[in-house]
């Protein structure tokens, strides 16, 4: 089992640019993202900061570009043409500054979105959309095969060691099924009524969910359920973009030893 404790992330800074995304606060995007950022570097991430790129309104959503794991990143193939600089810029971060070995996808076919796929520290999870495609799945299988890796589509992400977090609605709740039969391991499933809800962040022993105000009745859940430390961010602004907490973050845990390709 890989571990899920993290010692680094990746993040960029909001562009002026973002503004032109329906009717979002910048001001107050920023500001909710800033506190994003505090957080990480609270619970002991180094927290490597991107400036933003103006021509990118969408260059905040980080996780969309990369898979790291157990010391290897594979870069993505997002299905929106549009991002192909972005997967650039982190690519160019992950190799230059963190001397990480680099996979490219060789299948021009592929589509992958990073925010598709789900690590449990045991295994991989892919949901297929309209930013991730059967080869993109692959593509993940075989850069991680010490890693089962099945095709889902994803509704979920990590709370805890082998918890998986899942929203009650009935596409979140067909995509647990799915897991449930076709997984190697065997998890914990935290159920919160929300489906916004069930997009966590778990980091270095410390549950972040989204804010009371937005989550009313999963923040209940989450505080009879969860018994190890807990943080809450408010994620409106970010959210009226598609933007959820995994979203902004490019998390790693960098290896002591560089693996070799």
């Known amino acids: 089992m890989a571990s899920l404790k993290f010692t680094h992330a990746v ?27 505090r957080l990480l570097r609270e619970l002991g991430l180094d927290v490597i900061e991107l400036p933003p790129d103006e021509t990118l309104p969408e260059c905040m959503f980080v996780e969309d570009t ?30 230059k500054e963190l001397d990480l070995p680099i996979v490219e996808i060789g299948d021009e076919s592929a589509k992958l979105d990073g925010g598709d796929v789900l690590f ?39 709370a805890g060691p082998d918890v998986i977090c899942v929203g009650a609605g009935m596409a979140a709740q067909e995509v647990l099924k799915r897991i449930k039969r076709e997984a190697t391991f065997s998890y914990q ?14 980091v270095n022993g410390t549950l972040i969910h989204r804010s009371p105000e937005e989550i009313p009745e999963s923040c209940k859940v989450f505080a009879e359920r969860i018994d190890f430390p807990k ?17 902004c973050c490019l998390l790693f845990r960098r290896m002591r030893h560089i693996r070799s390709l």
Request: charge should be neutral.
């Open 11 to 37: 993040v960029c800074r909001i562009p002026l640019s973002f503004r032109t995304r329906g009717e979002i606060e910048l001001e107050e995007a920023k500001r909710q993202h800033e506190a994003y950022v």
């Open 120 to 158: 449990t520290g045991r295994e991989f999870f892919v949901g297929l959309s309209e930013w991730t495609n059967e080869a993109g799945a692959r593509a993940v299988a075989a850069a991680f095969p010490e890693f089962p890796c099945t095709p889902v589509k994803a509704l979920v992400s990590m």
């Open 231 to 247: 943080r809450t961010l408010n994620m409106s602004e970010l959210a009226k973009a598609g933007s959820g907490l995994t979203s």
């Open 189 to 202: 499933t935290l159920t919160v009524p929300e489906d916004i809800a069930a997009n966590v962040l778990y």
């Open 66 to 95: 990369a898979i790291v794991c157990n010391g290897l990143a594979l870069i993505t193939r997002p299905g929106a043409q549009n991002r192909a600089k972005e997967v650039e810029t982190i690519r160019a971060v992950l190799k």
